[in-house]
C-alpha cells in the first residue's frame, strides 16, 4: 500500500500562485507515475498534471500547461505542483494520485492510491 497526503492549499487571488505538495509513504518503491487531479463542484474530477517516476517525463492538460509545474523530490518521495497565474476556473479541491503501473498518464481510472484532497480557492 501507498498513502499519499496533500498539503498547501487555501485562497489565493486570481493571477496569484499557490505550491501543493504530496508526500508518498509506504511501498514507494512501486510507484511508477505520480499525478495531480481536480474536482470542481458539480464536475467530473479531471486531470492536472503527471509525471513518471521511471521516465521523468511530465505531462499536463491543455488548461493549465504554461502555467502549472509538476516536479518531484527524489530524497522525500514527494511530488508538488507549482501553480502560477491562477484564474477562478482553477478552484477545486486538488487530489494526489499514484500508479504502479505505465499507459495512458491521464487517465484517472489508471491510478491506484489517492490522498484526501485539499482545496484550493482562488477569488476574482
Known amino acids: 500500500q501507498v498513502q499519499l497526503v496533500e498539503s498547501g492549499g487555501g485562497l489565493v487571488q486570481a493571477g496569484g500562485s499557490l505550491r501543493l505538495s504530496c508526500a508518498a509513504s509506504g511501498r514507494t518503491f512501486s510507484i511508477y507515475g505520480m499525478g495531480w487531479f481536480r474536482q470542481a463542484p458539480g464536475k467530473e474530477r479531471e486531470f492536472v498534471a503527471a509525471n513518471s517516476w521511471r521516465s521523468g517525463n511530465t505531462y499536463y492538460a491543455d488548461s493549465v500547461k504554461g502555467r502549472f509545474t509538476v516536479s518531484r523530490d527524489n530524497a522525500k518521495n514527494m511530488v508538488s505542483l507549482q501553480m502560477n497565474s491562477l484564474k477562478p476556473e482553477d478552484t477545486a479541491v486538488y487530489y494526489c494520485?499514484?500508479?504502479?503501473?505505465?499507459?495512458?498518464?491521464?487517465?484517472?481510472?489508471?491510478?491506484?492510491?489517492w490522498g484526501q484532497g485539499t482545496q484550493v480557492t482562488v477569488s476574482s
Open positions: 494520485a499514484a500508479r504502479r503501473g505505465s499507459g495512458n498518464m491521464i487517465s484517472r481510472s489508471e491510478y491506484d492510491y
